[in-house]
């Protein structure tokens, strides 16, 4: 009897030790999901891990500065589906799932601001389509994120909430307008997230964080309830860590709304199926056109990423050629639509969905409730009086374009045309961003995939956007699993690694001595993980009879660091005595450090012309 009672209690804190080691971060729905059924994790355990990875890393660390607020609902919206995953199963695939949402989808549980102080109390009187499917599939809605206000721009900055940070280095734009998406995707602050796109706004922010994401084709999901920018451009849909995750979303979300006009494109057709279509591309026939106007533009860090993964799809028995498409860029010019419809559609929607305070675009105006970032183009659209003869030519002008574009596909017979979804790296926040590629697929209608293919030296994410013909969708999909499932791109960001107890890291002071050829010197080092920062004191003893050159930040070439490494910033300069400061570590710094492979070298009389090298650990 003892012994069973022994086996009992020992298969009890096995089971215990189980459900504690589960984590969320980086997993799939689909581990999340095993995790569930198999009594390792709960919804309500999930939720509370994510709500604490928001609490670490959002407001506190790096910062981010991400997540709006959280639902209210959460935990007892939980609480509800785990019970009902105990008594009747799991609704879909994403029953139980924690999912962020852009403060742009309507939801009656949580304000609804858009990024505006104007709108910081508006609460719609009906959620988003989008959001009633997520619902009803068993999905938590865990709270809203940033963007730029009124997704009108792609660095994420707004009166409401400020400025979000990118988690890859947090001194740069997250990209936009989806960026607070974007960034908490990417800081696994939920497993997935909803975004919106009207010239870029869900690609440049996945290509920014090392995301997966989607512009669907127009009409193929609704837009009913997002708040809009410019009904004939916007989409709305998700961005993601893996093709898989994204695929597991979007089954759920598409689909024809008769409160969209846009979607009697789908209305009598059947659906995509994205997750039963992954693993159906066959790269030995695909053919792609590689834009030649978008590459040569591009930095030269998103041309070589590029290059590199497309020789990989050649490898796999692709077709890449180079394409160039007559009077692209005039057509793209004539057929954009933002400016002219921005101001009509905000207001309706304020209107509909019960905007009290402010409810029309001049009224926000008159009150000054606005970002400078966004007073430009705010300004314009209010200026425009919608023409309707000019209104009826930019559409005519987008049929053009979409034609042009899908004539030249079938001609040439290209399965999808590829180019850098952003031709430049994020910039440093507060500076403009240039190099957004959005037009091609905003302004036609036709889907585009932003997909991660790899990082620049620096350790910045770059993407790669392959736009498909109409309902191409899946199919784009697919291809970019293909490249995913083989080189595994996808690298969390280092200022947001796994809780320890609960808790973000904490930091390490480091001592290193030098006493040398008549040379003595002290320096401490500081490393803040989350915030990738080594801030540093460096102290020379005045007494040393040897004439100080230079102590430096290298990176050595093995971990004992007695060999010649590269300098990566100066610490005390000639004749120096002492020097505080703080260096933002580089990705590439930031792995010699975690390796054992980061020093000082001291350069002084009397010690070797290459300098003398010390580890930091």
């Excluded at 919106?196 to 690609?203: A, E, L, V």
């Excluded at 596909?409 to 952003?422: C, F, G, N, R, W």
Aim: charge should be negative; aromatic fraction near 6%.
């Amino acid at each position: 009897m003892g012994k069973k009672l022994t086996t009992f209690i020992l298969l009890m804190l096995a089971c215990v030790c189980a459900q504690a080691q589960f984590d969320p971060y980086e997993a799939s729905i689909n581990e999340m999901q095993d995790a569930l059924a198999n009594g390792q994790t709960t919804s309500v355990e999930l939720v509370q891990q994510y709500l604490a990875r928001i609490e670490a890393y959002d407001k506190q660390g790096p910062a981010l500065n991400s997540i709006v607020r959280v639902n209210p609902q959460a935990i007892s919206v939980a609480e509800a589906l785990d019970r009902e995953r105990a008594s009747s199963g799991p609704r879909s695939a994403l029953h139980g799932i924690p999912i962020l949402v852009k403060d742009n989808y309507n939801t009656t549980m949580m304000p609804t601001t858009g990024g505006s102080v104007a709108l910081a109390d508006f609460v719609p009187n009906a959620n988003a389509t989008q959001i009633e499917k997520l619902i009803d599939a068993g999905a938590i809605i865990l709270a809203k994120t940033n963007l730029h206000e009124y997704a009108y721009g792609i660095t994420t900055v707004g009166s409401l909430f400020g400025q979000t940070k990118n988690p890859y280095d947090i001194r740069r734009v997250p990209g936009g307008s989806s960026g607070g998406t974007g960034a908490a995707v990417a800081a696994n602050f939920g497993a997935i997230g909803l975004g919106s796109d009207t010239c870029g706004s869900i690609r440049i922010p996945s290509s920014f964080n090392n995301l997966i994401g989607l512009r669907p084709s127009k009409g193929l999901s609704s837009i009913y309830g997002v708040m809009p920018l410019s009904h004939t451009q916007d989409v709305a849909g998700p961005l993601a860590r893996s093709a898989e995750d994204l695929a597991t979303l979007l089954d759920v979300v598409i689909g024809y709304d008769n409160r969209d006009s846009a979607t009697e494109l789908v209305r009598n057709r059947p659906l995509p199926q994205f997750r039963a279509t992954l693993g159906s591309a066959s790269l030995s026939d695909l053919r792609m056109g590689k834009l030649t106007r978008y590459m040569e533009d591009s930095a030269g860090a998103v041309q070589q990423s590029l290059d590199a993964a497309l020789e990989w799809y050649e490898q796999q028995g692709a077709e890449v050629v180079e394409v160039e498409i007559g009077d692209l860029a005039a057509m793209i010019s004539a057929s954009g639509l933002i400016t002219q419809e921005f101001q009509v559609d905000l207001n309706a929607y304020l209107i509909e969905f019960g905007a009290e305070n402010y409810n029309s675009l001049a009224q926000i105006l008159e009150a000054g409730l606005y970002h400078e970032a966004v007073a430009g183009p705010l300004l314009a659209s209010a200026d425009v009086e919608r023409d309707d003869e000019t209104y009826q030519e930019r559409l005519l002008a987008r049929e053009t374009l979409r034609s042009a574009v899908l004539q030249y596909m079938a001609e040439h017979q290209l399965d999808v045309i590829v180019y850098p979804t952003i031709s430049q790296l994020p910039v440093q926040i507060g500076d403009a961003q240039t190099g957004s590629n959005c037009s091609l697929s905003a302004n036609s209608g036709l889907p585009a995939l932003s997909m991660p293919v790899g990082f620049s030296s620096s350790g910045l994410p770059v993407g790669m956007e392959m736009l498909g013909s109409e309902l191409a969708d899946a199919q784009l999909l697919a291809i970019a699993y293909a490249y995913e499932q083989a080189n595994q791109p996808r690298k969390p960001p280092p200022v947001t690694p796994p809780l320890i107890d609960g808790a973000a890291p904490t930091g390490e002071t480091l001592f290193v001595s030098f006493d040398e050829a008549g040379l003595e010197l002290e320096a401490v080092f500081e490393f803040y993980p989350t915030r990738n920062e080594l801030r540093f004191t460096v102290v020379r003893n005045a007494s040393s009879s040897a004439q100080l050159h230079a102590v430096t930040l290298v990176i050595a070439e093995d971990e004992v660091g007695e060999v010649s490494g590269v300098t990566v910033h100066n610490l005390l300069a000639p004749a120096g005595l002492r020097a505080t400061g703080s260096y933002y570590m580089s990705a590439e710094f930031r792995q010699a450090f975690e390796q054992n492979r980061a020093g000082i070298r001291v350069f002084a009389e009397g010690l070797p012309p290459g300098g003398v090298i010390r580890s930091l650990r």
